[in-house]
Nanobody, 114 residues
Framework: VHIVESGGGLVQPGGSLRLSCVAS????????MSWFRQIPGKERELVAA????????KYSDSVNGRFTISRDNAKNTVYLQMDTLKPEDTAVYFC????????WGQGTQVTVAS
């Protein structure tokens, strides 16, 4: 099993970023996937989840209406489109299976600051 996240960076408040996650080692197209984030000193938090068919399952209250999760099963890739970013969205973002977690990737740092 291998997960690689990318797409993070520094962005100003109100800006946008699109994160990508490529996963391998399991039957991707039938597995629900999710994005998490972690701020240093705090627990990892679920941000969004999507079914294997591509239907969003859940968004956290803090990102609902601003973030959009999607996937491309042909590319074994999950995306997180993040719009109207806020400083409190600053975190390391990870993806993983929604149920039955597998080893974590390295994550991708998102920093929202002016």
């Amino acid at each position: 099993v291998h997960i690689v996240e990318s797409g993070g960076g520094l962005v100003q408040p109100g800006g946008s970023l699109r994160l990508s996650c490529v996963a391998s080692g399991f039957p991707f197209r039938i597995v629900a996937m999710s994005w998490f984030r972690q701020i240093p000193g705090k627990e990892r938090e679920l941000v969004a989840a999507i079914s294997g068919a591509g239907d969003p399952i859940k968004y956290s209250d803090s990102v609902n209406g601003r973030f959009t999760i999607s996937r491309d099963n042909a590319k074994n890739t999950v995306y997180l489109q993040m719009d109207t970013l806020k400083p409190e969205d600053t975190a390391v973002y990870f993806c993983n299976r929604f149920v039955t977690l597998v080893p974590w990737g390295q994550g991708t740092q998102v920093t929202v600051a002016s």
